[in-house]
């Protein structure tokens, strides 16, 4: 024996009333680890009665089930396996059976949900060797405690974000926007000629008018309506504004449009056109 190397903890339980030591030996080899091969494995039999392991917490390596039973190991049973397998341990189940074969893919199935569900890792089936005898089917599970305690929290870095970069290509054509423009866009705007109708404070019309007010003047002249009564209209009634329906017969505003009071008259464009 090497003592060199450090001897790994390995705990066997069985339903039985005796496992031979041989027995336990046979089935860990087929771990390939030659330090587990030379451990001295404690035995606990009739461990389907227990409600606890007499084992410490955190302290084998190696957890080994052998039985026939589908009650083995049960969930209280796979929590106590929990609680002594060092962080990164193996549990290892071998089940006997003696049904057909076509059983034992079911079996397997719902024996690898069942390692999952209770907390163990990469729940998978092994390949045998020689742990029973031929005549009889057997198969095995195998799964791995992680090495972080379950329930515990642990706070994600998150990338951080980094703005879009923009790629300006140098090499790139760029437009002259003078080119755009058209001999017609370049020539400079023609202001309106300003007569002089609108020059002055009064703003009357001039004696050469031909923009319309001289005719609107005149029309104002024959109504008896002076510029401040077109600018600032008042009404003594209060209805001057509302129409020619609405007016007395000697209404200064007889036959404007309606206004409103205190705003500017505005005539329409078409007040001085004869009616006939």
């Known amino acids: 024996m090497d003592t060199g190397k450090m001897q790994s903890a390995v705990l066997a339980l069985s339903e039985d009333?005796?496992?031979?030591?041989?027995?336990?030996?046979?089935?860990?080899?087929?771990?390939?680890?030659?330090?587990?091969?030379?451990?001295?494995?404690?035995?606990?039999?009739?461990?389907?009665?227990?409600?606890?392991?007499?084992?410490?917490?955190?302290?084998i390596d190696i957890v080994l089930s052998i039985s026939s039973s589908h009650e083995l190991p049960g969930d209280q049973l796979l929590e106590e396996i929990s609680r002594v397998l060092k962080p990164g341990g193996t549990i290892l189940i071998y089940k006997?059976?003696?049904?057909?074969?076509?059983?034992?893919?079911?079996?397997?199935?719902?024996?690898?949900?069942?390692?999952?569900?209770?907390?163990?890792?990469?729940?998978?089936r092994?390949?045998?060797?020689?742990?029973?005898?031929?005549e009889?089917?057997?198969?095995?599970?195998?799964?791995?405690?992680?090495?972080?305690?379950?329930?515990?929290?642990?706070?994600?870095?998150?990338?951080?974000?980094?703005?879009?970069?923009?790629?300006?290509?140098?090499?790139?054509?760029?437009?002259?926007?003078d080119t755009l423009l058209t001999e017609e866009d370049?020539?400079?705007?023609?202001l309106p000629s300003v007569g002089d109708c609108e020059v002055g404070s009064t703003r009357k019309a001039c004696k050469n008018c031909i923009c319309g007010r001289a005719e609107a003047e005149e029309k104002v002249e024959k109504l008896g309506l002076t510029m401040d009564q077109l600018k600032n209209p008042q009404s003594a009634?209060?209805?001057?504004?509302?129409?020619?329906?609405?007016?007395?017969?000697?209404?200064?505003?007889?036959?404007?449009?309606p206004f409103k009071l205190g705003e500017k008259v505005s005539l329409s464009s078409n007040f001085l056109v004869a009616d006939i």
């Open 186 to 190: 370049l020539k400079k705007p023609q």
């Open 96 to 124: 006997k059976l003696t049904s057909d074969k076509g059983d034992v893919d079911k079996a397997i199935s719902a024996l690898e949900g069942k390692l999952l569900l209770a907390g163990f890792l990469d729940a998978q």
């Open 126 to 134: 092994i390949q045998l060797k020689s742990v029973v005898p031929a």
């Open 17 to 59: 009333e005796i496992l031979p030591v041989s027995a336990v030996l046979n089935a860990i080899r087929d771990l390939g680890d030659e330090a587990v091969e030379q451990c001295d494995p404690q035995i606990i039999t009739q461990a389907s009665s227990l409600s606890q392991l007499p084992v410490e917490s955190f302290s």
């Open 237 to 257: 009634c209060g209805s001057c504004g509302l129409g020619d329906a609405f007016r007395c017969g000697t209404c200064p505003y007889k036959g404007l449009p």
């Open 136 to 177: 009889v089917v057997s198969f095995g599970v195998k799964g791995k405690k992680p090495t972080w305690k379950i329930g515990s929290s642990f706070a994600i870095k998150k990338a951080p974000k980094s703005l879009a970069k923009l790629q300006v290509d140098d090499d790139s054509d760029l437009i002259d926007e």
